[in-house]
């Protein structure tokens, strides 16, 4: 990707009413981190409790575009918890001032409302990403690696920056 301002974004098609497909390549870039997504990634949309859908619907909005790239961080555990929220928050403010323009006062208002997202997610994510155990299937986290190992052929992540020395 040249331009680091880029998002492609993505075709998807619905085959379950809380899954979708992604039906051709798509990538982003955001701090740091240059992440494609290839055809044929399942990914839930936003995982937003239904009382406040009024809020932020789990599959429209243009929050859902960094919910895509999101959910394929997590679900690779390629980089650490707090960079994958960070890069959504990043991704979900590139949608809007995308759309609206940068001084806009809808982007203005959608800054906003992305980081009470982007808040939300980084104080109740730690359950989505970590996942040690589910009480319902009883699965635990062997399941969980071959779930990462089978997403890892549909996301790629590359580092923009050459220092290696931390890892959010």
Not at 41 to 70: N, R
């Amino acid at each position: 990707m040249s331009n680091k301002k880029t998002i492609n974004f993505p075709c998807q098609q619905q085959i379950s009413p809380c899954r979708y497909k992604v039906l051709d390549k798509c990538e982003a870039q955001a701090f740091n981190v240059h992440i494609i997504i290839l055809k044929g990634f399942i990914y839930d949309g936003l995982s937003v409790p239904f009382m406040f859908w009024w809020f932020q619907s789990p599959f429209t909005g243009l929050s859902t575009i960094g919910g895509l790239f999101h959910d394929a961080l997590y679900r690779t555990r390629l980089v650490g918890k707090i960079k994958a929220d960070i890069v959504f928050l990043c991704l979900m403010w590139r949608c809007y001032s995308f759309y609206y323009g940068k001084f806009h006062v809808l982007s203005f208002l959608g800054y906003i409302k992305s980081f009470i997202i982007f808040l939300v997610v980084l104080l109740f994510g730690w359950f989505a990403y970590y996942k040690p155990f589910n009480l319902l299937t009883g699965k635990g986290r062997n399941k969980n690696k071959k779930e990462i190992f089978k997403n890892m052929l549909y996301v790629k992540v590359e580092r923009t920056d050459k220092d290696e020395q931390y890892r959010l």
